[in-house]
């Protein structure tokens, strides 16, 4: 995070996040399962989640400690998919270091993420709630019919606009309303606000995923360069830009391999159209937080609710104008 981010979140957040517990202990004492996620998965990271997280229940204000359990457990959710994935992927780098499968095995690495959801499954019933158990059951859930059904992309080839954002809803998107909806669930709020909550994560995790496909063509983006077009995944700009070239997308329809017939002729336009998405659903954000601002202007002073809304709308900003 930029010193500028970081300036917009609360010094209470920042503390929390920097004390993010994310050990898994076990009674079985499985500490090479532990010490293999730490130095794998669970290193580094923007802990974007946790924060939006915090964000929520200082925005619902709840105790912040109230919510540490729903801060760790999405965070550790996103490292078993990350971990699933490397798999699936046949992944070599994660974060500058040799991803989870090389430092183990294929076998170890998909144990070990199944060791991390088992976790937090139980973590989650020792809160005594069951709609947090469900929830997070739910994202559980759309993150592996996400992961299948773009697999099965890569050897159908069928692409279309709804299937790429069926797959960022619910790979991305999921993930990013168990942030918005859990500490809604924790403060009691009605169903109808629970329902903006999760609106709000919704079009906030599309936005990101079409964002972070922008990524991937910016000449000085901190990502590996054209990654999915190498790893022969079809994202939103790459499907725009076939769209563009349609003797291309036939060939591609075809079986041929992307890669040598790909060319930055009307990237740009492919590029322009998919940021556009993109802020329509972080402007949908921006309307949603305002109906909650109304919503519970009610019961809590609305001059407070816009004040604690600010960090919100600065990451929706940031996000907006992000270029790495």
Known sequence: ???????????SILSRLKAIDLDVPSVHAHKAINELLQRSVLLGGKRLRPLLTYLFADFYDLPLEKVDICAKSIEMVHAASLAHDDVIDEATIRRGTP??????????????????????????CRVGDLRLVEEMAQVIELLSAGEWLQSDLVLSRAYSEENLNEIALKKTA????????????????????????????????????????????????RKDGLLDLKNGQINAVLFEWLKLHPEIKKKFHEGEDIVPLFNE?????ALSIVQERAKVHLNKCREILEILISELGGTVDPAILEKKSRPLQFILKYLENRRY
């Open 1 to 11: 995070m930029n010193i500028e981010f970081i300036k917009q979140i609360p010094p």
């Open 99 to 124: 991803s989870i499968n090389i430092q183990a095995s294929n076998k170890k690495a998909v144990l070990a993420g199944d060791y991390l959801l088992a976790a937090v499954i139980g973590d989650l």
């Open 174 to 221: 999921s993930v990013m309303s168990w942030c918005a909806v859990s500490p809604a669930l924790m403060k009691g709020l009605s169903k109808e606000l629970v329902e903006y909550s999760r609106q709000f994560g919704q079009n906030l995790g599309v936005a990101f995923q079409l964002l972070d496909d922008t990524l991937d063509f910016s000449g000085d983006g």
């Open 265 to 269: 002729e009307g990237l740009e336009k």
